[in-house]
């Protein structure tokens, strides 16, 4: 039996997430939050709260550097309040600038050192996440993640990540749902049809339907312990709905020929306006040894390294590979070009998916071009080590999804 102290996380707006731990706040729980709001000052405010009441403090910003700054101060405090007999549970409601998987990722690999009587360890040594909740206003989430509006602009200071970017990622990473507010019917129907597509496993809740919050978290499947970020894992995993529902639907797209550099640029236009998001693997002319992961979220997108194929490799680094990928690349084996591939999944919400397929295979090299791979170094590239879209954005705040010190997301 796991004897670790149970972890929720609470992500979204900032009146529904304080409305989420409210009804969380039990015998037992303690609330914790990081407040982002005094970052041009230096600090960062953390309260902890049980119903005795609250505990006010001010963390100084380690190196101008929020990541670091949450990591050094939560992480070690999970560790301690898990030796505390009367903590049965610990409630995380996070910043509405912080996204969750950065959160679980941190529990699970960042090794905590110096803790006296304890043994250097990741705090989920002694915490587990059992839930992630994603707190949605219905009335402004689809606007939010279908825009192109940065943190910067909504909520003050620097962070040049999108609202979309962050809005798509807490629903994209939860295990349930909770819907405040209610739009009108076609609305509330489109806004299923995505939440459907973009978190498939997710249990939904409306709010008008009461909000029972023991009863949401009993009723949800054991979390999967395998919830980190995975460039070569299957796109549709959760077995999201292929149909088209009020004009939102999946569109998948496959290609065993590399994209032309300079095309694929033209072509990403087609994903930005009226997709909520996009995501996979990129063979790009150019990189023959790399896999490139292609994410976007409303008028945002990024390409960043994420790899090698397996192809790429010698036998001896294909064998520590993950079983499973090997499995599956053995599937669709090309002679020529090994493993290498093109795979894309877009949320369409008021796109046309025709016109999408279009471009995309546009942008894949021609027959001739295929013919003639000595030639494809000569291509013009201009994707460089990292790609924002519009051109010109500048590198997120680092409180994004890493893997391997690479910000991908």
Known sequence: ???????????????????????????GTVLIVHNLSLLGEGVVTRTLTTLDGEQLTLVELAHGCVSCTLRMDLLPLLRTLSDR?????????????????????AIDHVVVTGQSGRVDAPAGHDVVVTAVLAAVDTTTWLADATGDDTLAEQLGGDDDRTVA????????????????????PLEADVLAAVLQRLAPTAVRHWTTD???????????????????FDPH?????????????????????????????ERLHEAIDTLLDGVVTTRGRVWL?????????????????????????LAAMTPDEQEVEDPQRRALAAVNWHPRFGDRHSSLVVLV??????????ALRWALVTDHELRQPDSWQGFADPFGEWHDDPCGATESTPSSPTRDGEQLS
């Open 1 to 27: 039996m796991d004897t670790r102290t149970p972890v929720v996380i609470v992500a979204g707006t900032a009146n529904e997430v304080r409305h989420l731990g409210e009804t969380l706040l039990e015998p």
């Open 85 to 105: 007999t009367w903590v049965t549970r610990i409630v995380l409601l996070l910043d509405p600038a912080l996204e969750p998987a950065e959160i679980c990722e």
């Open 165 to 184: 970017q962050v809005a798509v990622a807490r629903v994209h990473h939860a295990d349930a749902v909770v819907l405040f507010g209610r739009p009108d």
């Open 210 to 228: 009461g909000l029972d919050m023991s009863a949401i978290l009993a009723a949800l499947p054991e979390r999967r312990a395998d919830r980190g």
């Open 233 to 261: 894992a299957p796109l549709l995993d959760g077995a999201p709905p292929l149909n088209v529902d009020t004009g939102v639907c999946l569109v998948e797209f496959t290609a065993q020929r590399p994209f032309h550099p």
């Open 285 to 309: 002319a150019t990189r023959p040894r790399h896999v490139l992961w292609l994410e976007s979220a409303g008028g945002g997108l990024r390409i960043g390294p994420a790899g090698c194929w």
């Open 349 to 358: 919400h008021r796109a046309d998916p025709s016109e999408i397929e279009r």
